[in-house]
């Protein structure tokens, strides 16, 4: 028990473009979800709360009009990235924490390679 | 504020040698402790977490972690290392909460046979 996953594992798109990467909870509900951002050999970086049925909470220095979230329902959040470029280039884990365990379980990631 | 120390970028082990992974934390309280292990291109996996109590912690795949107040420190250690255990190991504080995350760089662990 306790899945998460994301979907797509890996994305290429154009400098300009926008990007949707989507979590969800397959076995358990999540009314927060956690999104983070790892660069090449680097460590995990908070970037945002998500909260379903209210806005998002941003970490400092995140642009919350770049990285839109949305928590659409208990089972799923999404991250897109609006107008992206290359510098948004990274790899995307988002996480959810189960009720009673007191940890979180990760996705497997997103790959984001921006042209 | 919280932050996470892993002063090892990169650690290289014989197979069946010993291994112990460095952590310390600042944190004002005792946090939420965890150990996370990260294989290429792939999201976390869980080794271990400690919240109270014992201060030896066992995980999953023979790894175990000590909790040292004293030290603010709380290190990974596996008695014999296996070539599957190459892989990027992640020192997390959950502060003020448990499902906050805060990590450190990671160490990269590689394993020669």
């Known amino acids: 028990g306790a899945v998460v996953s994301q979907h797509p594992s890996r994305v290429i798109c154009k400098s300009g473009t926008s990007v949707k990467i989507e979590c969800r909870s397959l076995?358990?509900?999540?009314?927060?979800m956690f999104w983070y951002r790892q660069f090449p050999k680097q460590s995990l970086m908070l970037m945002a709360t998500?909260?379903?049925?209210?806005?998002?909470?941003?970490e400092q220095g995140v642009e919350k009009d770049k990285f839109l979230i949305n928590h659409a329902s208990l089972t799923l959040s999404t991250l897109t990235v609006t107008s992206a470029h290359p510098e948004d280039s990274s790899f995307y884990i988002c996480?959810?924490?189960?009720?009673?365990?007191?940890?979180?379980?990760f996705g497997p990631g997103t790959r984001l390679t921006v042209l | 504020a919280q932050s996470v120390t892993q002063p090892d970028i990169h650690i290289t082990v014989s197979e069946g040698a010993s291994l112990e992974l460095r952590c310390n934390y600042s944190?004002?309280?005792?946090?939420?402790l965890f150990w996370y292990v990260q294989s290429p291109g792939q999201g976390l996996q869980l080794l271990l977490k400690y919240f109270s109590g014992d201060t030896l912690v066992q995980g999953i795949k023979g790894f175990e972690a000590e909790f040292k107040r004293s030290q603010s420190s709380f290190n990974l250690r596996k008695p014999s290392v296996h070539w599957s255990d190459a892989a990027e190991y992640f020192c997390?504080?959950?502060?003020?909460?448990?499902?906050?995350?805060?990590f450190g760089t990671g160490t990269r662990l590689q394993v020669f046979p």
């Open positions: 996480s959810a924490p189960l009720a009673g365990y007191n940890e979180q379980f």
């Open positions: 944190y004002g309280a005792t946090p939420y």
């Open positions: 998500s909260n379903e049925g209210s806005k998002a909470t941003y």
């Open positions: 076995d358990f509900q999540a009314t927060t």
């Open positions: 997390a504080v959950g502060a003020p909460r448990p499902d906050k995350l805060i």
